[in-house]
């Protein structure tokens, strides 16, 4: 059986990031979808930046809810793991913008901040850090 109050490997993270990234296509397939019709003969202009913008809120608000909410996106639930705070609760709003933001960071250079999980004792990423956030295996009820 899984500790449970041992942090996730880097392993699991990228399996996760993995399921979650998958759905989170979907889900901007959709978003996008949504936009459509209101666009100039129904294409989006080269290099919009207000589309960057309106993609990158829609992850956010994909990944915050379920952070927010349960702990638990669709990959985290595949892998019986959870985004909790300190206290073992479900993350703020601003706890879920501040690692959402952090993790882009993190990719942003070379993903480092996620490599840093081999290097921390508490095998933590900079996103769990600076989040007060822990990705942890989910209890057995």
């Known amino acids: ?3 449970i109050k041992a ?8 399996a996760v990031i993995l399921y979650d990234g998958l759905l989170l296509i979907a889900v901007l397939f959709l978003a996008t979808l949504i936009l459509l019709p ?17 993609l990158l809120i829609v992850s956010f608000f994909f990944y915050a809810w379920f952070w927010t909410k349960s702990g638990q996106t669709l ?5 019986k793991l959870q985004v909790a705070d300190e206290n073992g609760g479900n993350i703020s709003w601003q706890q879920a913008l ?4 952090v993790a882009i960071f993190s990719w942003g250079i ?9 290097f921390n004792k508490d095998r933590l990423t900079w996103h769990d850090i600076a989040s007060h956030s ?8």
């Open 75 to 79: 990959g985290l639930l595949a892998w």
């Open 7 to 14: 942090p996730a490997g880097l392993v699991k993270r990228l």
């Open 134 to 141: 822990r990705l942890h295996w989910k209890r057995a009820k």
């Open 38 to 54: 209101f666009q100039e003969n129904n294409l989006f202009q080269p290099n919009s930046w207000q589309y960057s913008v309106y």
């Open 1 to 3: 059986m899984n500790d």
């Open 98 to 101: 501040i690692r959402f933001t």
């Open 110 to 118: 070379f993903g480092l901040g996620f490599i840093w999980v081999l």
